[in-house]
């Protein structure tokens, strides 16, 4: 199957944001994956509408833009208007996560889902035949380069299963501690959607860094 990869400016040098950006769009970047923290959902602070519309103006692929925030429904236009292709909410934030889902899809971005490593994939039951996609962590929100969490393919899978069984073929993004030693299992296990932070901007090349994960992840396309 083919996958798609969503590096993270999260891991990148924020002096040059734009530089980071074009170099993963010349590896072949399909998307540009921006989280958005606020100090109180999770432990850290990173940037907000006004940085996404900058960014917006130089990139040449959707952005991605990941709310790790409480009270997303407080930002969604702001962040929409700025330039976010695809807006993810936590459903762990979210109080009407349909109400939410929909606001999202009447601005005129894609709708997604996250799901932290410790919420059951049965959270998603009442609002999976209307998600554009689902993002599960494979590490705990908050701070980049941290190690993938054992297990996760699982997570997955069960996912997909939940979507399949809705009749929605929307997608599977996984975001947390991927590299080119296991993008495979997670291609394989059912992502489509593949989020790298330190794997790409902590290399000293981070467009070759993009080739080489897409050659990792198409291992599974060919059988190997």
Do not use: C, W
Not at 38 to 54: K, M, Q, Y
Not at 106 to 116: F, I, T
Not at 126 to 132: G, L, P
Not at 154 to 168: H, P, Y
């Amino acid at each position: 199957m083919s996958v798609r990869l969503a590096p993270s400016i999260l891991s990148a040098d924020f002096a040059t944001l734009g530089a980071a950006v074009q170099l993963a769009q010349a590896g072949g970047a399909d998307l540009i994956h921006v989280d958005v923290m606020d100090g109180h959902f999770v432990p850290n602070i990173t940037i907000g509408p006004p940085v996404v519309r900058s960014l917006a103006r130089i990139a040449t692929k959707p952005l991605d833009v990941h709310l790790m925030v409480s009270n997303p429904d407080l930002y969604l236009e702001a962040f929409v208007d700025a330039g976010a292709g695809m807006l993810s909410v936590h459903v762990e934030a979210v109080t009407h996560l349909h109400r939410t889902i929909e606001r999202i899809k009447q601005l005129g971005a894609e709708a997604g889902v996250v799901l932290n490593p410790a919420t059951p994939v049965g959270a998603l039951d009442e609002i999976v035949r209307f998600v554009d996609f689902v993002l599960v962590m494979s590490v705990n929100p908050g701070f980049g380069g941290q190690r993938f969490i054992p297990g996760s393919e699982r997570k997955i899978r069960q996912v997909r299963r939940l979507l399949d069984e809705a009749g929605n073929s929307a997608e599977i993004e996984v975001d947390g501690g991927i590299d080119t030693s296991n993008i495979a299992d997670v291609v394989e296990a059912g992502a489509g959607i593949v989020v790298a932070g330190a794997a790409v901007f902590g290399q000293p090349d981070p467009t070759q860094a993009v080739r080489d994960l897409r050659t990792a992840a198409g291992k599974v396309s060919m059988g190997d």
